[in-house]
Structures are given as structure tokens and as C-alpha cells.
């Protein structure tokens, strides 16, 4: 008869352990225009040259950029997500997550210094820095045509905190471009109480299938 309440047990569980229905999401870069402000692109809103594109729940800093290669040259090979990258030339280039992020952040990047990029706590590089994710030099000794040929993968785990940003404006001034932006994402309010509704109607069936048990 144990068999009977395991989804309640197995729901209320997921239910409390929170992360567990938190939406990883990656932003490539793969669809904005290039040298365009990224801007509202991946929320619901379009780049400085109007194009649209899926919408995360993320937008961007005016100075962060979308880099693709063109005729005047390849500018980056090798990259996890080949069209398109992020860069950031001046300062107000932040990652915005307006429901918020938490557990493991990440990125690819190909750098030819060092530095370190911030998580933070508000929106825009506001409130706490929450943590780091370090920039090494992984692209000085670049073979190929491209300056920036290797790339690497940096992460920070958030552990109990929720973030709001990443500072890639950390980077101005740096040679340095970014891919695969990874992050997850907070679940809204409306997912739990969904879920809150399911555990109870579970429950109910529950309750009754065990009086009916009771009765027999």
C-alpha cells in the first residue's frame, strides 16, 4: 500500500527542494545583428537595428555587443556557438535577469588578458557582488588567422545567493569575446503555485483511495 502515496512523497520533495523546476537557459548569441547593441534582444525586444529574437528574459547594457564574422575579417574561430559572440568595449554592458538566476554560472570566452567578470545581487551591476568569474589569457598564443582562436570555459557557483546581473562591462578594454552565456533562472511564483495545486489534488486521491482501502 506504500506504492500508493510515492508521487505525493516524490512531489512534495521536488516541490521543497525548489531548484529542481529552475530553467537553465543559454544565450549564444547566434541572432542579433552584429556590432548592434544587443539590448532587448532575448526579451521580448529587438537590437538596435530592430531585429527580434527568442525570448529569455534577459536584456542587455547599451555597450554590449554582438561580434559576427564579416569581410573584414574573422574576428574569433573556434567558438562553442560558431555565428556569433558577445563583446564588451565600454562599460554599461551588463547581463540582466529580471526574475533572477542561482546555482552555477557560466560562460566561454577567448581573451588576450586577464580579468574578472561580476555577479551581483541587483539588476546593472547593483547591489552585493555576489562572486567572480576569472578571464585568463587563453587566447595569446593563437596560431590560427584569428586573434581570438581558443576558447575557454569560466563558472561560479552562486550556491544560496540569487543574482540579478553579470558585469561583461568588467571587460572593457580587453580583448575578449564571449559565448554561451549560461545561467538559471529563478522559477516565477505561478510554477509553485501549480505545482502546489498538483500536490494537493495527489494528496486528495490519496485520502480517498486509502478509505476506500480502510473500507473494504
Known amino acids: 500500500m506504500k506504492l500508493r502515496f510515492a508521487p505525493v512523497a516524490l512531489l512534495g520533495g521536488l516541490l521543497l527542494s525548489g531548484t529542481t523546476f529552475a530553467a537553465p537557459l543559454v ?18 525586444g529587438v537590437d538596435s537595428e530592430g531585429v527580434a529574437g527568442t525570448n529569455l528574459g534577459v536584456s542587455f547594457g547599451l555597450d554590449a555587443l554582438a561580434l ?29 535577469v529580471a526574475v533572477g538566476f542561482l546555482g552555477v554560472v557560466s560562460f566561454s570566452y577567448a581573451s588576450t588578458g586577464a580579468g574578472e567578470i561580476g555577479v551581483w545581487s541587483g539588476m546593472n551591476g547593483t547591489g552585493t557582488r555576489l562572486g567572480g568569474l576569472a578571464v585568463t589569457a587563453n587566447a595569446a598564443a593563437c596560431a590560427e588567422a584569428t586573434p581570438l582562436c581558443t576558447f575557454g570555459v569560466a563558472s561560479f557557483d552562486l550556491g544560496a545567493n540569487v543574482a540579478k546581473s553579470i558585469t561583461f562591462g568588467d571587460a572593457a578594454g ?23 495545486l498538483g500536490l494537493a489534488a495527489i494528496a486528495g486521491v490519496a485520502r480517498r483511495s486509502r478509505r476506500s482501502v480502510s473500507a473494504n
Open 27 to 44: 544565450v549564444d548569441f547566434e541572432t542579433p545583428t552584429s556590432f548592434a547593441s544587443i539590448a532587448e534582444h532575448y526579451n521580448g
Open 68 to 96: 559576427r564574422n564579416d569581410e573584414l575579417g574573422p574576428y574569433f574561430s573556434n567558438a562553442p556557438s560558431p555565428v556569433g559572440v558577445l563583446t564588451a568595449p565600454f562599460g554599461d554592458a551588463a547581463m540582466n
Open 174 to 196: 580587453m580583448t575578449v569575446v564571449f559565448d554561451d552565456v549560461t545561467v538559471t533562472a529563478v522559477p516565477e511564483p505561478g510554477t509553485y503555485a501549480l505545482m502546489g
